[in-house]
DNA sequence: AAAATGACAAAAAACATAAAATGTCATTTG
DNA sequence: CAAATGACATTTTATGTTTTTTGTCATTTT
């Protein structure tokens, strides 16, 4: 006869997919002992399992630290999509909001969990593709602001939404850039806002 | 008697330094042989000198690969002190070609002296006095050009230039940072246009 | 039969040791 | 006597060796 847990298991709503248990494992791992003395070992025994059950859901370890930064990659802009899609609130104050979330979060993430940051900082070296594809995200929600501004009359009539929005991305990449949001001194919060308020002047007035 | 040539030199203009000939050769070892196997006995070599004279001129290895480094950085700022400067010519488009020979020198020292460039991008992180100097030479640059900018009516009334020089060279750091300057593929032409004429129109129109 | 194991070869990291470079200084040279 | 040397102690880097880690897979478990 099957055991009562087995029963539980099979009719509950899937529980959590292993491959998601181990990505939560290796994250702990990696917060507790940091990337490099990070092993595959030591995030299998913490899931009381052999690591080679592990090489069953990932096919490296670099696999397995890439997914790792591809969620937490998500986590940043995931959020941001909801202030970007408002079409409720002016363009001007979603840009604004948009971009102070983003700024928050990466310097929240950098402040808070140094070693996770570095092993996505790593991953961002290495891995060019997953990098990309999060800016194209950034870009792709940048835009639609900016077009919308556009429609609705806040921004210049003459603006290239596409080319503004990489410009506006570009100009602020010493906020979020991970190579400049690590560098100490960070930032300041006056310097962000400065260099925003240029480029929101700058979308107002649009090209010379 | 005095040796016809120890007379030439007396009363020549001061020959060269031996502290500038050893900048020059250690220039070109690093050239040659790049930061890592650069070793101040081959530098000494080259002089046809023993090393520990070397160090009659410069306390240590990193003050000499310091020297070579803030005379590389003046290379780059001199220069664009006379464009700055340049009161004849309106702020506006001095603003433009002081920001294009700012990037055209970075990016030709990147491609063409990469191994300078790591010297360089090498003390960037170790030695911050020395490189905030020089953003402050930058910052100043730019301060004044705004200011004319302002008094000549070509840039808004209400900007404070100190607080807009910093907005300009932040925002325009994707294209002037060591960290970004290096990154591959490197920002584009068009890139900084854009960006470049973004903030231009936020000088003209000023705060919102 | 799907999930997991553990023994194993290959690859990578840590370590101890050898070699080279840095920096000092008493001595030499012009 | 200022300029330079070269022998030398100290520190850093390179090299070869051992140990750990990664990744595979035939076998076991549920």
């Not at 979060?105 to 060019?128: C, N, S, T, W």
Request: proline share 5%.
């Amino acid at each position: 006869m099957g055991s009562g847990v087995s029963w539980v298991i099979r009719t509950m709503p899937a529980a959590v997919p292993l491959s998601q248990r181990i990505l939560d494992a290796a994250e702990a791992v990696l917060r507790r002992h940091g990337l490099e003395k990070t092993n595959v070992v030591d995030i299998a025994r913490s899931l009381g399992m052999s690591h080679g059950n592990i090489y069953r859901h990932f096919p490296s370890k670099q696999a397995l630290l890439d997914a790792v930064a591809v969620r937490w990659l998500h986590a940043v802009s995931d959020p941001l999509e909801g202030i970007a899609d408002d079409r409720a609130r002016p363009a001007t104050e979603r840009l604004r909001a948009w971009f102070d979330a983003l700024r928050r979060a990466k310097r929240r993430k950098v402040r808070d969990d140094p070693e996770l940051f570095q092993v996505y900082h790593g991953i961002v070296v290495a891995m060019r593709d997953v990098v990309d594809e999060h800016v194209n995200t950034l870009l792709g929600q940048v835009e639609r602001m900016v077009a919308d501004g556009v429609a609705a009359g806040e921004f210049s009539r003459g603006l290239d939404a596409a080319a503004s929005a990489r410009a506006f991305l570009q100009a602020m990449s010493a906020f979020h850039h991970p190579a400049l949001v690590m560098q100490d001194p960070p930032a300041t919060e006056e310097d962000a806002r400065a260099v925003f308020g240029l480029m929101l002047a700058g979308l107002r007035a649009g090209p010379a």
